[in-house]
């Protein structure tokens, strides 16, 4: 294994470290694994955070229009109640605190806790849950659908609904607007290490890849021969385009890596979803490329699409200021 690290069991601490040592809007709080933004904002407060080793998720979207605060997990484990109630008091303004939970087990049962923990400081806290990954209804993490990029258009909804002065209510009725016209497929090439491991968690023949992989590792639902390009963003698509109608539509696409995939790839990758969504008129009103959801150094990627209306447009072109993400 071949990693620019210090101690494997120090890389969340430092990596969060180092993220705000980057950013003069955002603040560390060591021994708790928070990133929250330094001043308060008077709104709603959005949290998120998870298993560390999806970086710039989640804290990189911590900043101006998205997260007030981020929580972070060792590599792929949820964070404790005690971290995540941190969080929400570094976002809490004194009007409420909605979370956005992807759907793992572990990390809905500690964020719950930690809701519960924070009401009985007096702070009002809600919640909604992402599960836009159509590869599988149930996972070796989760009791449903994963959540997995499309997590990123969520917090973009709910951070830009929140800065324009939404109620707490508000937020989450936006976000989960958000959250019902989000589907993502995605796809693994390669597995990933886990630093404190040191060897990789799975292993895939060289000609092979894995459709429907989960951003942890967990079993995908066919594994085959390696596709080209075009070929690829037919087969992601074709599980999508199964689960909801996106014909004659506007949408939003995000096209992710998973933190080892060339960005000359992505675009490629990226270029042929477009040729297919012309064909089926759907158009393109905001694109993404790049790592936004990862899985450690896996090579792979991810298709995620969100259906348009006036109000998720709206807010989808809110201006934000993070360290992983800036519309202005």
Sequence with gaps: MKKIINDPNNVVAETLEGLALSNPDIVYV?????IARKEK????????????GHEPAHAGYV??????????????SSPSPDRILEGIKRADSGKGVLLVIKNYSGDIMNFELAAEMAEMEGIEVDYVVVKDDVA???????????????TVFVHKIAGAKAKQGGSLAEVKEAA?????????????????????????????EEDKMEVGM????EPGIQRKELLPSRELAKELLGHIFDD?????SNVALLTNGLGSTPPMELYILNRDVHKILE????????????????????????ITLMKLDDELRELLNVSCKTPALTIV
């Design 30 to 34: 060591p021994e708790l694994e928070v």
């Design 41 to 52: 904002t008077g709104k709603v407060g959005v949290v998120s955070g998870g298993g560390s």
């Design 63 to 76: 900043g101006d229009g998205m997260l007030d605060a981020a929580v972070a997990g060792h590599v792929f």
């Design 136 to 150: 599988v209804e149930d996972s070796t993490f989760s009791a449903g659908r994963r959540g997995i990029a499309g």
């Design 176 to 204: 989960e607007k958000a959250i019902k016209n989000i589907r993502s497929m995605g796809m693994s090439l390669t597995p990933c290490t886990i630093p404190a491991n040191g060897k990789p968690n799975f292993e895939i």
């Design 214 to 217: 989960g951003i942890h590792g």
């Design 244 to 248: 909801m109608d996106f014909n004659d």
């Design 279 to 302: 064909e089926k008129n759907i158009k393109v009103e905001n694109n993404l490329v790049g790592n936004y959801m990862t899985a450690l150094d896996m090579s792979g990627c991810s």
